[in-house]
């Protein structure tokens, strides 16, 4: 075996049995990086059910940290995580209403049949804004995780005459508020 025959077997055994060194500042960073992350996807997905506003991503931080002693986990993902604390605060922090923000929805149905699938579906929607028989057309917001089954009884009920349509993924109040 040759010099450069031998270099390439150590190189494959390090690869296959070596471990990576990481620094103590870089993992803080990492830590550091992914705690901020998982802060920015719960202000993007949660609202304050009292005023229907999002968060700042400063006010979950600080939730996160004083309230919660949030710790991440390295091996979940931080859209994970970030369901984890949204539930986490809704529970443990009676002073932080959060919650889920609805999802806008337009439901659109053959006209007579929009009474017979409202009346279906309305375990799945938390509240209607708009409802026309005549179009055969519905503003809805529902929960995202209720999304699918609300979509797959609508398919199903109009044998995929139907749809569901998003209208927005975050059903926010967004007016101004003055000072």
Known sequence: MDDRDQKTEICK??????QLQVSEGER???????????????????INLETKRAFSTNVIERAMKEE???????NDSAKKQALTVIKELNEKVKSLPIGRANMKLQIVVPSKELKKIMEAVKESIEEIQECNYNSGQAVVCCQPGKFKALDDKVSQMTRGKGRVEVLA????DEEEVNM
Do not use: C, W
């Not at 919660?68 to 986990?73: D, E, K, Q, T």
């Not at 993924?169 to 926010?172: A, G, H, N, P, Q």
């Open 169 to 172: 993924l975050k059903d926010v």
């Open 13 to 18: 055994f390090m690869l296959d049995k070596g």
């Open 28 to 46: 803080k960073n990492v830590a550091e990086t992914t705690f901020l992350e998982i802060a920015n996807i719960v202000a993007q997905m949660a």
């Open 68 to 74: 919660l002693h949030y710790s991440i986990r390295p």
